[in-house]
């Protein structure tokens, strides 16, 4: 697979995937549209697997990443699918774009990178400034909207922190096998998930509901998912990230244009605060010259 092709397919799945998460629960409740989603995305790419006679690895390292990816898959989507009941699913994608600042920081923690130089800083500063200005519209628009920015900003610190691991592990594995991995540990946590928590099956499925899941688990999850985790083997994380930096802009206009969702002044000017500082955090150096900080352009890739 073209890494270019890998690269632009996940940004086209992740611009359409917050609205496909919100359509995908209106009628039967966000528990049972992630359990349906992670259930049709694992057996997809299993047969897959099977389809390209690709055996799923199970040394110790190749069973690491499943548990890690699994544990990322679960909480992360946990937490946007909670959220999509009570923001925009545009929002979705903008506070999730704060993850290349976040995996910054984790992987000088996890991955024991550098410290963060001066462009590196403004461009965070920024970018919680953009999140500063969402909570902002958030409390204006009611707690639920707060609550549901909330859970997407966690969601975003699960995510970061599951492919800086995914990372160091660096088991050398493919898009499907990590995939396929992560998923068998993800999808039995959802569906027991599900059944503790409602165990009911919705009484209609609209047909809007029913496409968007099928959209989700086989395209999202099993190609999207595969995708991701190609790209990651063999990218930086840091520039993995960036794909955020597209993908809120073109889930805001998709869910103004197909969910008739206000985007308001506060919104756009949050977007565009992050969108700098994520700009920032990884272009800075070509912009400033601080003493210190003049190689960063090759040697400071998070």
């Excluded at 909330?150 to 492919?163: D, E, K, R």
Aim: glycine share 10%; hydrophobic share 50%.
């Amino acid at each position: 697979m073209s890494l270019r092709i890998a690269y632009l397919g996940v940004v086209l799945i992740w611009s359409t995937t917050p609205l496909a998460i919100q359509w995908s629960s209106e009628s039967a409740g966000y528990l049972f549209g992630v359990t349906t989603r992670m259930l049709l995305g694992m057996v997809a790419v299993y047969l897959i697997l099977y389809f390209i006679r690709q055996k799923l690895p199970l040394h110790q390292r190749a069973v690491s990443t499943y548990l890690v990816s699994g544990a990322g898959i679960y909480t992360a989507m946990t937490c946007v699918y909670w959220a999509a009941q009570h923001i925009p699913s545009g929002w979705i994608s903008v506070v999730f774009g704060l993850s290349p600042i976040i995996t910054g920081i984790l992987a000088i923690l996890i991955l024991r990178e550098e410290s963060l130089p001066f462009h590196k800083w403004s461009g965070m500063m920024l970018g919680f400034a953009g999140l500063t200005v969402i909570f902002g519209n958030g409390i204006n628009s009611g707690d639920q909207f707060l609550y549901g920015i909330t859970a997407v900003l966690l969601g975003t610190f699960f995510h970061s922190l599951s492919a800086v691991v995914v990372k160091r592990i660096n088991a050398g594995l493919s898009g499907f096998a990590s995939t396929a991995g992560g998923l068998s540990f993800a999808a039995p946590l959802f569906l027991l998930t599900w059944i503790f928590s409602e165990n009911d099956f919705p009484v209609e499925i609209s047909s809007k509901t029913l496409y968007a899941t099928i959209y989700l688990g086989v395209i999202a999850s099993a190609i999207g998912f595969a995708m991701y985790y190609y790209i990651l083997s063999r990218m930086d994380v840091g520039r993995v990230s960036l794909i955020t930096l597209i993908t809120p802009v073109c889930a805001l206009g998709l869910g103004n244009m197909l969910n008739g969702e206000p985007v308001s002044h506060l919104v756009i000017t949050g977007t565009g605060f992050i969108l700098s500082g994520l700009l920032f955090f990884e272009y800075g150096h070509r912009l400033v010259s601080v003493p210190g900080d003049r190689n960063n352009g090759n040697t400071d890739q998070t």
